[in-house]
């Protein structure tokens, strides 16, 4: 397994106002240390408008 669970994710950011901005430019820049040791790489063809569509859904996992 490589990375949390989408309910996951969802759980964490269910009360960050920032969220959907801020993993949404996680995906396109890529991170690393939020869930541990391995890093997300950079989605950089996913556009700005795709990457809040794919959060919006994570973020609905609850």
């Known amino acids: 397994m490589i990375g949390p ?7 964490r950011y269910a009360k960050d106002e920032t969220a959907l901005k801020t993993l ?7 991170s ?6 391995t890093p997300m790489p950079p989605q950089a ?4 408008e795709d990457a ?5 859904w994570i973020l609905s996992q609850q």
């Open 45 to 48: 063809s996913v556009s700005s």
């Open 24 to 30: 949404s430019e996680k995906v396109v820049k890529g």
């Open 52 to 56: 809040e569509t794919l959060v919006k």
């Open 32 to 37: 690393g240390g939020n869930w541990g040791p």
């Open 5 to 11: 669970a989408f309910k996951a994710v969802a759980e």
